[in-house]
């Protein structure tokens, strides 16, 4: 069946690092493009970033804007995030998405948490 | 950036009675509207699309309606499973944004 599996989430020290993973089987993964959305504890959902099916254009939200980086590899059929100076207001649950062609999300990983701390 | 503003923040119904959900676009984003319900500890599932088109295997007690700036999500006879957060999503501007939520719970 089709899924989305993410991968790589955790606890990090305000600064660092770390790199989301985001897995599909079941479907096409070349022929879409795919989100990554988060959700701080409690909080709503928040759009991230965005990347289209060939990984030729990206787009971020501002307040990721030159910190995070969103690739693909078709090859692997594999999504990633790349978080960098992550700060105490990026502690979310990171949720990849596929979206459907029309910018809606019709599939949906499971999830995965990252908090920030020291 | 257009904002989605949902209500009520929480919605108190009865098992088997009907429940309504508003969502209000900042301005027009014609049909392109999408409903998702978030159960605890689970992703985002897509419910509707297109404002009114249901998602494969959502059931017909879910419907949806309205287009330009007023949405609804009616659930006609809310079942135990349908206790939940639902969020509605505009996608006729990128990025495409969220409404902050609607708790339905148990009354």
């Known amino acids: 069946q089709e899924q989305l599996v993410e991968s790589g989430g955790g606890v990090v020290q305000p600064g660092r690092s770390l790199r989301l993973s985001c897995a599909a089987s079941?479907?096409?993964?070349?022929?879409?493009?795919f989100h990554w959305v988060r959700q701080a504890p409690g909080k709503g959902l928040e759009w991230v970033a965005a990347?289209?099916?060939?990984?030729?254009?990206?787009y971020y939200a501002d307040s990721v804007k030159g910190r995070f980086t969103i690739s693909r590899d078709n090859s692997k059929n594999t999504l990633y995030l790349q978080m960098n100076s992550l700060g105490a207001e990026d502690t979310a649950v990171y949720y990849c998405?596929?979206?459907?062609?029309?910018?809606?999300?019709?599939?949906w990983g499971q999830g995965t948490l990252v908090t920030v701390s020291s | 950036e257009i904002v989605m503003t949902q209500s009520p923040a929480t919605l108190s119904v009865s098992p088997g009675e009907r429940a309504t959900l508003s969502c209000r676009a900042s301005?027009?984003?014609?049909?392109?509207l999408a409903w998702y319900q978030q159960k605890p500890g689970q992703a985002p599932r897509l419910l509707i699309y297109?404002?009114?088109t249901r998602a494969t295997g959502i059931p017909a007690r879910f419907s949806g309606s309205g287009s330009g700036t007023e949405f609804t999500l009616t659930i006609s006879s809310l079942q135990s499973e349908d206790f939940a957060v639902y969020y509605c999503?505009?996608?006729?501007?990128?990025?495409?944004?969220f409404g902050q939520g609607t708790k339905v719970e148990i009354k």
């Open positions: 998405a596929r979206d459907h062609s029309s910018g809606f999300y019709d599939l």
């Open positions: 079941g479907f096409s993964f070349r022929s879409h493009a």
């Open positions: 990347i289209s099916f060939d990984g030729s254009n990206k």
């Open positions: 301005q027009s984003v014609s049909s392109n």
């Open positions: 297109g404002a009114s």
């Open positions: 999503q505009q996608f006729n501007n990128w990025p495409g944004t």
